[in-house]
């Protein structure tokens, strides 16, 4: 549509001074010309939107107010490292046993894989065998030592001291963000 097809002598009747005085004059007499149960319904309807729009208006507030609720709380949650247990390395366990055969000849000490066996033939040998077991509990750093089986005297069939230990180290890992 261009210009110059464009009626504008029709829009100069909608900014006449008088055009103001028509829409009130309107207003007035609509109810006459509708009626009112068409005025009630609009009412109504205008009621139930200002109520959806109130209703909306405070479920968003509440919103707002929980999400940052949740996010102080979030940021009071205290970050926890991660603690595992690996086997201790068998060479390392190793050079313990050879250490072990220096300092307690009359014991018989082998490394397996994350294990250590602490053996005597006779039960005279008990206080170098607690020290051994003393020794290996105090062996490593960060090492965790359980008695996996320990027999002394009669109970033992193979020897008159005996106890395997499975020898783990603790590992600390930086907490996950």
């Known amino acids: 549509m261009s210009s110059k097809s464009f009626d504008w002598k029709s ?14 004059r309107f207003m007035d007499k609509m109810p006459g010309h509708v009626g ?13 939107v200002a109520a959806l729009g ?3 208006v405070m479920q968003a507030k509440e919103l707002t107010e929980l999400r940052a609720t949740l ?3 979030e940021a009071l949650k ?3 490292p991660t603690i595992s247990s690996e086997p201790v390395s068998t060479p390392e366990l190793t050079k313990l046993a050879t250490t072990f055969k220096d300092i307690y000849p009359t014991l ?13 033939n ?3 040998d008990f206080a170098q065998f607690r020290e051994a077991m003393g020794h290996v509990v105090n062996g490593g750093k ?11 005297g009669r109970e033992c069939q193979e020897s008159g001291l005996g106890a395997n230990l499975k020898i783990q180290k603790l590992k600390i890992d930086k907490p996950a963000s």
Do not use: H, R
């Open 11 to 24: 829009l100069q009747k909608f900014l006449d001074p008088e055009a103001a005085n028509d829409f009130s």
């Open 36 to 48: 009112q149960g068409a005025l009630i319904a609009a009412g109504i309807a205008w009621a139930t």
């Open 54 to 56: 109130l209703f909306t």
């Open 71 to 73: 996010e102080t709380t």
């Open 78 to 80: 205290p970050l926890v």
């Open 108 to 120: 018989t000490v082998t490394a397996n894989s994350g294990a250590l066996s602490i053996k005597s």
């Open 122 to 124: 006779q039960t005279a």
């Open 142 to 152: 960060g090492w965790q030592v359980t008695v996996d089986s320990m027999c002394v």
